[in-house]
């Protein structure tokens, strides 16, 4: 017998908004329902689904879909292939649109129209909204939206999605509902093809003279440029001030990343040290104390502790993004990612692999080559994530002098080439493998627009920044959560023997694997302490600072468990310099925590790549602390 899988659908009325990318359809979206969102992925898909509710004045409430930008139905990218599936009412654990909404921008109305003439074909009550109508006018653009109402025989109203009562007109279309008057939602229609047939390309043709014809008979055929974007391109797009201005915008952005999150990282693991020493001080010195303290509480305060650093550079993301300027510095950095055969829509995942590599994969989605897309995700995890920061911390602070060198912090400098030795390796693997694939040789011109300069705006910044927090702390949290209670069992069981000398971790399950692992890396000068922290590190970066202060019995002067201050000391005393080094080049390459694996698993969609990305990331991290050890003991760093 055949068997039939069947998908529930979520019941109620389905409004789906559909337009271009950078059209303001999410601005709308977040205008119309607000903080009633929740974000989820497509069922057998990792596209982020995006819903909300939008009150009617009835009291009834309708499900408001943002589906991804599209250009028009025949999909190249993952994004575009769900969208079209929704549309067409083919996507599993999801109804078929009651009515769409397909958001126009009002200052590029050629490209929009072309997928409203398409859209219009699906035979679903359609609203068109043209949205930035001030744009349009300050531009002199004069859209007379009755008259192109009655040219393409579908309602027409103005929207500026940016201001507060800019729906105003939407709302009323909806709260009207003439559209539910339809006698019966129209059958799903045929999935469209990858790529265009011929026949589909004549319609394609037929499509952009029927826009012009339009254009032409509303005298809105004549492109007016707009003159301060323009401007402003004339040097963010300059071929040397361009780059110079990108440097600056990074630059300033990963210092406000480190330097504005001090505060709220410090009341994070104050908080955390607080209900620690109260969890100690109230219950008996049973096991499931330590559970909670050493399991739970310390986990959650190791996944806590870096959300400061992770909200601030999605925050700057989203300014980029909605300011306008992220396209602009992806076409910048596309001639220097065309060189290891990436394109320049490979920098923003790779930007947001600094903050954690798992946004970063999610990132590569709106890649539209599956093998560029593959490649930036193999590459992702090289990218210096906060995570990596304590431990660098540590080890510079143990191994570094404090000294200057013409006249720069020597700390700093080592804390900057460790950034650039990550970015250098990902660009090389990415080298090798344009090397050794056909496809990563071809030439691939980067086509992509390049919207207009806008403000953002504190909503839709306030929405996205939400959002950013519950995916992370959902996606990652849960699963640092559950490693750190293993890893805990794993250092906690079996008990030392009575009358046993040293570290009673020494005598556990995590001991006996580091004086296993000791064999494979000694090569390198790592102890089995160092090979215990390696294996904690696999859950989370920071973990291996606990590790390394529990199997060392460091414990800080004021008995709060902080115990990173001491430890430096300790490790400067027992360690080589060589030795030192050595783990800070293995923290370079080193696989990530299992959360980004699994996001990677998800993404590509089994397990070879991330069988692909430990096996390579462990041949370098293991080959660069093998020199790095091997140098500086030649240099005079060993003991």
């Known amino acids: ?44 898909a990792t596209v982020e689904k995006k819903e909300g509710q939008l009150s009617q004045p009835d009291g009834r409430a309708l499900r408001v879909l943002d589906l991804p930008g599209i ?25 078929r649109p009651d009515a769409l909404v397909c958001v126009v921008d009002a200052t590029n109305l050629r490209r929009g129209l072309r997928l409203v003439l ?6 679903l009550p359609c609203l068109v909204v043209l949205n930035m109508a001030d744009l349009a006018e300050r531009r002199g653009l004069k859209i007379d939206a009755a008259a192109l109402s009655a040219q393409l025989g579908l309602p027409v109203v103005r929207s500026v999605a940016v201001q507060s009562g800019g729906d105003a007109e939407v709302r009323a279309w909806l709260a009207a509902e003439p559209w539910r008057q339809a006698s019966a939602l129209p059958a799903a229609a045929d999935l469209p093809p990858a790529a265009a047939s011929a026949a589909d390309h004549g319609r394609i043709e037929a499509d952009h003279a029927q826009v012009q014809a339009l254009l032409q008979r509303l005298g809105l055929d004549s492109l007016v440029p707009d003159v301060w974007s323009d401007r402003i391109d004339r040097v963010v797009l ?44 109230a219950w008996p010195e049973v096991w499931w104390r330590d559970l909670l303290v050493q399991g739970l509480l310390a986990g ?34 596309d001639r220097i990612m065309g060189g290891v055969g990436l394109s320049g829509r490979s920098f923003i995942p790779l930007l947001s692999s600094f903050a954690c590599a798992v946004p970063g994969i999610l990132a590569t989605r709106t890649i539209a080559n599956r093998r560029d897309r593959m490649v930036t995700i193999l590459i992702a995890p090289l990218m210096t994530c906060s995570a990596r920061l304590p431990v660098y911390a540590l080890l510079i602070g143990a191994f570094v002098p404090a000294g200057h060198w013409w006249g720069l912090q020597l700390q700093g400098l080592v804390l900057l ?31 992509m627009e390049l919207p207009s300069y806008h403000w953002p705006t504190l909503r839709g910044l306030a929405i996205g920044l939400w959002q950013r927090a519950q995916i992370f702390l959902q996606r990652v949290g849960s699963v640092i959560l559950l490693l750190t209670i293993a890893l805990w069992w794993l250092a906690s069981y079996p008990q030392a023997p009575a009358g046993a000398l040293g570290p009673a971790i020494e005598h556990s399950y995590a001991g006996q694997i580091g004086h296993a692992l000791q064999i494979v890396f000694a090569p390198l000068g790592f102890n089995w302490q160092i090979s215990v922290a390696l294996l904690t590190g696999m859950a989370a970066r920071e973990v291996a600072i606990g590790a390394l202060a529990t199997v060392y019995a460091v414990v800080a002067a004021d008995g709060s468990g902080a115990a990173a201050g001491a430890l430096a000391p ?58 790095a050890f091997r140098l500086f003991s030649a240099w005079g760093g060993s003991t």
């Open 417 to 447: 080439g460790l950034y650039l030795a990550g970015i250098a390796g990902g660009m090389g693997v990415a080298w090798l493998l344009k090397q050794f694939t056909a496809s990563g040789r071809q030439a691939r011109p980067l086509m």
């Open 118 to 123: 398409a859209v219009q074909r699906l035979g």
């Open 570 to 627: 300790v490790l400067a005393s027992q360690w080589s310099l060589a030795t030192g080094m050595a783990l800070l080049a293995w923290y370079i390459f080193a696989p990530q925590c299992l959360s980004t694996l699994a996001a990677i698993h998800r993404e590509s969609g089994g397990w070879k790549l991330p069988a692909l990305t430990v096996l390579y990331q462990l041949a370098l991290a293991y080959g660069a602390a093998f020199l």
């Open 71 to 95: 250009y028009s139905l025949y999909p190249r990218s993952e994004d575009e292939r769900v969208a079209c599936a929704v549309l067409t009412g083919h996507s599993a654990g999801e109804k």
């Open 300 to 333: 959650m305060g190791g996944v806590l502790v870096f959300l400061p650093q992770i909200l601030i550079l999605f925050f700057f993301i989203l300014l980029l993004e909605e300011s306008g300027y992220l396209p602009r510095a992806a076409f910048l950095l």
């Open 238 to 281: 300059h071929p040397v001030w361009g780059p110079l201005i990108l440097l600056a915008v990074l630059f300033l952005m990963f210092q406000a990343v480190f330097a504005w999150a001090n505060g709220p990282m410090d009341m994070i693991k104050a908080g955390t040290e607080a209900l620690q020493a109260q969890a100690l001080a």
């Open 1 to 44: 017998m055949r068997e039939q899988r069947v998908h529930m659908v979520p019941r109620g009325t389905l409004v789906a908004l559909v337009g271009n990318p950078n059209c303001g359809k999410t601005a709308l979206f977040n205008r119309l329902t607000g903080s009633r969102q929740k974000v989820a992925n497509y069922a057998g």
